[in-house]
């Protein structure tokens, strides 16, 4: 698992699930270790080896993937990191290579990259084995770019177990969320906007603190939103705490991969008022267990509806529950290891 599981960023998050939820059984687990943690939680996982990254990075760091591709028969390297170096070792040790494309690769995200057209091809060296984790993006980047990704998606989990709650009634629309910790590009300018057409409900944001080049707090006291509140960082724990006072999360981005917060604020019974620019109707039922619209008039409505019918958050809240557990890791890793084995037989 070409993933640095002590240190945290979605590929590392992945990769560290996979390492832990794969069966030792069947599977001998080699993945790597970062030489600066910032994982408070994180421990190892009896069965699984580690391979520390040393410093200096850009000097010693394609040693732990050398080492790991010598060991397995099957490698997963989600990081793009080392590419070419770890595809000719791989044709050398015969070792099949395998990576996900876990975000749309539209104008949003190009234009966040040094070199574009590089980012594109580095996925296509990957194929055949070139995975993506949502129907919608192995369509719309065949369009978009030609990239050829497998028939198999490879959808990612949750940890269910973290966030899911009791049972309890809501009896009104109070508490909306959104949580994100790149800010700017997950639009959270929109979700203020938004706090000013429903003064009467309280907006709560978590994540990350810059907003346009300010403070959160700057940025709110500049355009007077009176009912928004900044909850800062939170670590899983503080975050499943808070969730329970949560009613709905408004997820304003409009560039997304397979965003699995959304998951995680649903086994928290907290359902979810999203765009469908990336295709959150593959995994959310709209009106059922979450919303799915195309515009901030739409998104408007469904929250006035909400307040209106209260009633039906309780069975919103319930449905939510139930799709984040359909995508618990320990339902998902029985699809990643058949893959596995498949490739490594291949």
Known sequence: MGGYVNFLNAQNINGRALSEHLDKERFEVWTMLYWHQNAKDFENTKGVHYLMNHRPVRL?????YLRGIIHCDAAYLPK???TKF??????LFGCKVFTTLEGVLDEVFLSRQKNPQETINRYKLFEPDL?????YMAESERERHGLQCREKIL???TETSRF???PHEKRALRNLVMIGNDLNRKRAVE?????FEFPELVFNIIGGNDIGGLTFNEYVKRVGANNVVYRGMLDHTQLSALLQDMDLMFFPSRSEGFPKVMLETACAGVPTLCYGDYGADEWITSGVDGFVVNTFEEAKSVIQELIDHPERLNLLSRNAVELGKHFDWKVLIKEWEEEIIRLSES
Not at 191 to 195: A, L, P
């Open 131 to 135: 995975y993506s984790i949502t129907k």
């Open 155 to 157: 959808y990612l989990g």
């Open 80 to 82: 793009g990191e080392w």
């Open 164 to 166: 899911l709650q009791p």
């Open 86 to 91: 770890c595809l000719f070792i791989s044709r």
């Open 60 to 64: 010693l760091g394609w040693i732990p």
């Open 191 to 195: 979700f203020i906007k938004m706090s």
